[in-house]
């Protein structure tokens, strides 16, 4: 985004309403508290616990430091713009933030395409599961995927650091997105408009058709188990996967669903208020509720800590 007049941009947020962003800064500060502790205790979960050594984990605790940073990247600066009044935010910051937001958003949805590939081995080939999904695996699919949300992003913000911004500054979101900054840019946008649909579709039909051919042979593999009890354990460790897959997709094709132009502002705001709020908050709870290992884990650390207090 080449500067030309415009060194700052003012973050319109939410709302103008005091009262609302009193309530908003509650809400959005118990969240943030909420996802950063939980995410911070599965991943020492699996750091401490050696029962938690397995792929699954090993990614789990990928997902959350993402879910950290993703959250990170957005939500602290929005809290500061509402508790401080001010607005601002310089042309370098607003990169950043877009930079940051996006690469962390890309990468987990080819995280969780490597996730669902992994439930594909522990259901499908479970005898080969070791082998399979070896630390050494783990750690290139992990890698390809932050390469992945790299190369996906760099088409777009090629062209992004080529706008040129004339009068406008007033972004009409709480955070530096592509949407609203190329509206307000004087540029030609058009051909930057496809390329970051075009990017934004590739990376949803990529990972969709991952995970969507892994869990079409686990429902195959899982229909031919002899008892009720086997498919219910089976489903089971998938569960937590395939709630986290609908948040995080669910919520993505919302925004390319074509609302009006008077809803398309609202809509981009609340979605991106569940992607990076709502939804790393849940993320621990849902992974934690669900898996009988790593609610033993997290009693187990609590026994321990209190053994030890006693000491």
Request: aromatic content about 12%.
């Amino acid at each position: 985004m080449r500067n030309h007049t415009v060194t700052t941009f003012i973050l319109l947020g939410l709302t103008d309403d005091q009262q609302l962003q009193v309530l908003i800064f509650i809400i959005l500060f118990f969240t943030y508290s909420l996802s950063i502790s939980g995410n911070l205790a599965i991943i020492s979960l699996i750091l401490v616990d050696p029962h938690l050594k397995t792929a699954m984990y090993y990614f789990l605790k990928n997902f959350a430091v993402l879910e950290i940073s993703f959250t990170s990247a957005s939500i602290p600066r929005y809290l500061y713009n509402i508790a401080t009044g001010d607005k601002m935010i310089t042309y370098n910051a607003c990169v950043a933030q877009v930079f940051f937001t996006d690469l962390f958003g890309v990468t987990e949805f080819f995280l969780l395409a490597a996730m669902s590939y992994d439930r594909y081995v522990a259901i499908c080939r479970p005898l080969h599961y070791l082998t399979i999904m070896s630390t050494t695996v783990c750690r290139r699919l992990v890698f390809c995927s932050w390469v992945a949300g790299l190369f996906i992003l760099i088409p777009p913000l090629s062209l992004g650091l080529n706008l040129q911004f004339c009068d406008s500054n007033i972004i009409d979101h709480f955070v530096c997105d592509a949407s609203p900054l190329l509206k307000i840019s004087c540029s030609d946008t058009w051909f930057m408009e496809q390329t970051v649909l075009i990017c934004a579709v590739l990376t949803l039909i990529i990972t969709l058709v991952c995970v969507v051919l892994s869990y079409v042979n686990i429902i195959k593999t899982v229909l031919r188990f002899p008892s009720a009890q086997q498919k219910k354990k089976a489903f089971s460790t998938c569960s937590s996967h395939m709630i986290v897959v609908s948040i995080t997709y669910g919520s993505c094709i919302f925004i390319y669903i074509k609302p009006s132009a008077k809803d398309e502002v609202a809509i981009n705001k609340g979605v991106m208020i569940l992607t990076t709020s709502i939804a790393p908050m849940l993320n621990p709870f849902i992974y934690t509720l669900r898996n009988r290992q790593v609610k033993q884990a997290f009693w187990d650390s609590i026994k321990r800590t209190i053994a030890f207090s006693k000491q």
